[in-house]
């Protein structure tokens, strides 16, 4: 860790790894946590309040972590990212 901007990254499964690729090529050295939530029920087949409700609390969890602001590298979890506005720090979708 650099010390600088700590940025997390979910996905369900690891799809968002390429989008971990490549902010490291356009911000090497960027430091990130990358949360794969495979344990859980696939994003895409959750109803929109379960996943709405999984999201806050992994980007709760990510910021507790020190998460400046988390990236949802996923599809699916990318429809709610409005719905996470006003949480702990700044969520970005795909």
């Known amino acids: 860790m650099t010390g600088g901007p700590l940025l997390g990254v979910v996905d369900w499964g690891i799809g968002g790894v390429g ?4 902010l490291d090529r356009a911000a090497p050295g960027l430091d ?27 980007v709760e969890r990510m910021a507790a972590l020190g998460c400046d602001e988390v ?24």
């Not at 946590?33 to 992994?58: C, F, H, K, N, Q």
């Open 32 to 58: 990130l946590v990358y949360w794969s939530d495979t344990g859980a029920t696939p994003y895409g087949l959750l109803a929109r309040p379960a996943l709405r409700a999984r999201l806050r609390e992994i």
């Open 71 to 94: 990236v949802l590298a996923c599809n699916a979890a990318s429809t709610v990212v409005d719905d996470l506005l006003g949480g702990p720090v700044p969520v970005e979708g795909i």
């Open 19 to 22: 989008v971990v690729r490549e």
